[in-house]
């Protein structure tokens, strides 16, 4: 069982070392904004988490709500007006935008070392010449699974479920650059089971409860299972657990997985980003 919460605790311990160490030097905590271009509740509880988990390591944040009807020329003048403020250090533009809004237009204007999500044109870019300043959290904090357990995935065959610009795509790329060779499957591969039946190391980010079944896994495989959806039984991953445990080698349990990590890894974004900005004004 691959559990979240060590690895999580590990990745916030090192964190809270960092800001001591930042606050020590006689900085402000890091601070992030965060934008708020939608009125959706579900949103919202993201947002309250998110918060959460950087008020219990010590980082500040804020929201800057944009006005019902803003266009993207508002969201790009918000943006911009973050980037040149020196008392914030990290931009969170919470997804999906409304329809009206562009995203690709907010990622070119997001300043790529204040973007802790990994989402900026630059970082995307980036990260596909293995050079990424901020990593999407998801998949970054799956890998941390991954290290965490000692399991190296050189050699390995990889499977992904899922080709989301931020978990599936980065974490197919990751696995790629840590040695694997990766196959990416999405709504249009046929037969995903002879698939994923292939794969050493299978990963699902298709928020599809119960989609990974126990005869889709090779025995002994490494599931990470990225799902996240709410059903009236509570909350399930992709992965079908009960019968896909008796399969696996070893497995990620939802929730209690890659839910914590994601968070832990985020909080660590923010502090890398802040890091990197006392650098560059060689404070
Ligand atoms: P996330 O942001 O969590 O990755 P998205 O909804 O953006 O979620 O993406 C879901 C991904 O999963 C898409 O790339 C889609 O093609 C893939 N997907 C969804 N359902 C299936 C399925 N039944 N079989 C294979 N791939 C799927």
């Known amino acids: 069982m691959l559990k979240g919460d060590a690895v999580a605790a590990a990745i916030r311990a090192s964190v809270k070392d960092q800001i001591q160490e930042l606050c020590g030097a006689g900085a402000n905590p890091p601070h992030v904004a965060i934008i708020l271009a939608a009125e959706d509740s579900a949103a919202h509880v993201y947002i309250g988490s998110v918060e959460r988990a950087f008020a219990h390591v010590g980082i500040d944040s804020r929201r800057v709500q944009l006005t019902q009807g803003a266009t993207t020329d508002d969201l790009i003048a918000a943006i911009q007006r973050l980037a040149h403020d020196p008392e914030v250090q990290g931009i969170l533009l919470p997804t999906p935008l409304p329809h009206s809004l562009s995203l690709i237009a907010a990622q070119d204007a997001l300043p790529p070392d204040k973007d802790i999500e990994g989402i900026s044109s630059t970082n995307v870019g980036r990260l596909a010449l293995g050079k990424p300043k901020s990593i999407p959290a998801t998949p970054l904090g799956g890998m941390e699974i991954l290290r965490h357990y000692g399991i190296s995935v050189e050699g390995k065959r990889a499977v992904v479920i899922g080709r989301s610009a931020v978990v599936g795509w980065p974490m197919a790329t ?32 298709a928020g599809q409860p119960g989609l990974v079944s126990a005869g889709m896994v090779q025995p002994g495989a ?62």
């Open 174 to 205: 990751l696995l790629t650059q840590a040695g694997a060779t990766v196959t990416i499957c999405h709504r249009q591969t046929r037969d995903l089971a002879s698939m994923t039946r292939q794969a050493d190391v299978l990963v699902s980010a």
């Open 222 to 283: 490494v599931v990470i299972d990225f799902g996240v959806s709410m059903t009236p039984h509570g909350m399930r991953g992709d992965v079908d657990f009960d019968a896909v445990a008796a399969v696996a080698g070893a497995i990620t349990p939802v929730p209690g997985g890659t839910g914590p990590v994601t968070a832990a890894v985020l909080v660590r974004n923010v502090v890398e980003a802040t890091i990197r900005q006392h650098k560059a004004q060689g404070q």
